[in-house]
């Protein structure tokens, strides 16, 4: 049987972060208050994409805790509220596809899902990521209502490859900002030619990590 595969983590916004939590509480009791609903909790996701080479975790992070971006896997990088002040670090995320990479907090991922054991499946998904629209987190850039966010670019390579994306949902009474962000961008011919261009072009190598961040992830595991 194959080893590759497709791992899909939903994780509490905020887990191990009290600001983080604290603000997005806020956020959805402003938005339920606006839509007239209840609130609901807020989710971050992430992938863990096995290929037939290596295993590798893929994220959106912000802010950057350093320059060294090639220690963690990251691909490309995008502004944080405005794109005119996306030039300072302390406005710009990041986007990871780590080597034998660690999920920040993923001890507190409430569910998962194996979207797939494809080995080709993997390997597109990896090839992807790098190519994924560098839009400001948090602003509405494509109109859909929904902001961009670390959601948008889960669903964004997921739809992107080829995935069905429809039938995936955050845990009960939950919700994943961003989302539809990600699935409208795939589907936008000009982040599909991209796609396309990126998907045709050979995989760089990624930056292997040191040994000691595997056995820090089965710590915390």
């Known amino acids: 049987m194959s080893s590759a595969s497709v791992d899909l983590y939903w994780l509490p916004l905020g887990a191990g972060g009290h600001f983080v939590r604290l603000n997005g509480r806020i956020y959805e009791a402003i938005q339920a208050r606006r839509e007239r609903r209840r609130p609901f909790d807020l ?34 990088s995008g502004p944080v509220g405005d ?19 660690v999920i920040p907090d993923l001890s507190y991922a409430v569910a998962s899902e194996r979207l797939s054991r494809d080995p080709h499946q993997a390997e597109r998904i990896i090839q992807l990521v790098g190519s994924v629209p560098a839009l400001v987190w948090g602003r509405d850039e494509l109109g859909t209502g929904d902001m961009w ?9 997921l739809a992107a490859s080829g995935l069905p994306v429809e039938p995936i949902r955050p845990p009960a009474n939950g919700r994943a900002p961003g989302w539809t962000a990600g699935i409208v961008a795939a589907r936008d011919p000009r982040y599909r030619r991209r796609a396309a261009v990126r998907h045709n072009t050979p995989r760089p190598p990624m930056v292997a990590t040191n040994p000691s961040v595997e056995a820090t992830r089965k710590t915390r595991s």
């Open 43 to 76: 989710y971050h996701s992430a992938l863990e994409v096995r290929t037939t080479e290596a295993r590798f975790t893929i994220e959106m992070a912000w802010p950057i805790p350093d320059a060294d971006g090639r220690t963690r896997g990251v691909v490309s």
């Open 83 to 101: 794109r005119r002040l996306g030039r300072l670090r302390v406005l710009r995320y990041e986007v990871r596809c780590w080597r034998d990479g």
């Open 149 to 157: 966010n670390s959601n948008s670019l889960t669903s964004w390579v």
